[in-house]
């Protein structure tokens, strides 16, 4: 467990934005709410309909569709984790909602809920914790209904911008070391953050019988000009509470000393610089 970050509700709060300047942070909070709405349209909620939130953190997704069914259906708020349902719990008190929902701790390997009980299953960012994405998918075609859809979205970091693409190699010392370090984080298959992309999910999908499930593959350019303080933020905040931070990761190849003379050399290069990033994500639309 990671000492800059706790537990999951602490990540999506304040880690997931960390070293974002104010304006970012309102960027990617507008681009949480769209990713949330495009998931929710391809679901069609509908009143009435048992609508599962897997993995629901915070509850961006399923508070959404509780607004949508008008409370007259039921929206499981599902996580893994208990300081997830906890948040959700609160939240739901604060707002004085009563009814159209439930919550559940359960992990996505194991759902507890029956086969076929559910309309619609939706999902945002969850996929990428979960080392061995089979099963879950296998798990969440068990709960869906005949004809009920699960509809998700998760980045594809595999295909992201890596750190040696944005460098100037004649500044940083130990280039290659790092970026053949980098390469190999990257396609380490144990490593659920990147073991995945756009055709092994759609495979998974099929696998798990999933009719024709649409994949589809959103590529995302941004640009901007890197502030101090921000590439030293990258290196030391974990990607999520389970998992070591990009500083750590390079740790298993090079001792403390080297690693920090790469950050410091990374920071001083990007700092004020604009660079061009590109990341990938997946929208999923598939039909039991
Ligand atoms: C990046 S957060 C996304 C939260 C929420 N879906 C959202 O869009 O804001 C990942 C979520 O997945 C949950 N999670 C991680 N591993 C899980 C698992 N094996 N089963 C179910 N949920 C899991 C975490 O607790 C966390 O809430």
């Given amino acids: 467990m990671s000492e800059i970050c706790k537990n999951w509700t602490q990540w999506l709060k304040q880690n997931r934005f960390a070293g974002q300047t104010p304006e970012m942070i309102e960027q990617t909070t507008r681009w949480l ?8 349209v391809y679901a069609e909620i509908k009143p009435y309909e048992t609508v ?7 509850g961006l997704l399923a508070f959404k569709a509780l607004e949508m069914q008008d409370c007259q259906g039921k929206v499981i708020f599902s996580d ?27 992990p996505v390997e194991h759902i507890a809920l029956p086969e076929s ?31 009920g859809k699960l509809c ?9 911008t890596r750190y040696w693409e944005i460098l100037n190699p004649a500044f940083i010392e130990n280039y290659t070391d790092f970026k053949n370090a980098e390469n190999e984080i990257m396609e380490n298959p144990m490593d659920s953050l990147c073991n995945f992309d756009e ?25 901007y000009v890197v502030q101090p303080n921000m590439v030293r933020e990258w290196f030391i905040n974990p990607p ?12 298993r190849y090079f001792d403390e000393a080297k690693v920090e003379k790469y950050m410091q050399d990374v920071e001083a290069f990007l700092t004020g610089r604009q660079i061009n990033l590109k990341t990938n994500a997946v929208f999923i639309n598939a039909t039991k």
């Avoid at 709410?33 to 929710?40: C, G, K, Q, S, T």
């Avoid at 208990?82 to 939240?91: A, E, G, L, P, V």
């Fill in 199 to 223: 055709n092994t999910l759609k495979t998974n999908l099929e696998i798990a019988g999933f009719s024709r499930p649409e994949v589809k593959l959103q590529e995302v350019s941004s640009s």
């Fill in 80 to 106: 893994a984790f208990q300081d997830c349902i906890d948040d959700c719990k609160k939240i739901l008190d604060e707002l004085g909602i009563t009814e159209g929902f439930e919550l559940l701790k359960s």
């Fill in 33 to 40: 709410e769209a990713v949330r709405d495009v998931i929710l």
């Fill in 152 to 160: 998700a979205f998760e980045p594809v970091i595999r295909s992201n």
């Fill in 117 to 147: 009980s559910v309309h619609k299953a939706v999902m945002r960012s969850v996929l990428v914790h979960v080392v061995n994405k089979q099963p879950a998918i296998n798990e969440i075609y068990r709960v869906l209904k005949p004809g």
């Fill in 240 to 251: 999520s509470p389970n998992q070591p931070s990009t500083k750590e990761r390079f740790l």
């Fill in 52 to 58: 599962l939130d897997i993995g629901c953190g915070t």
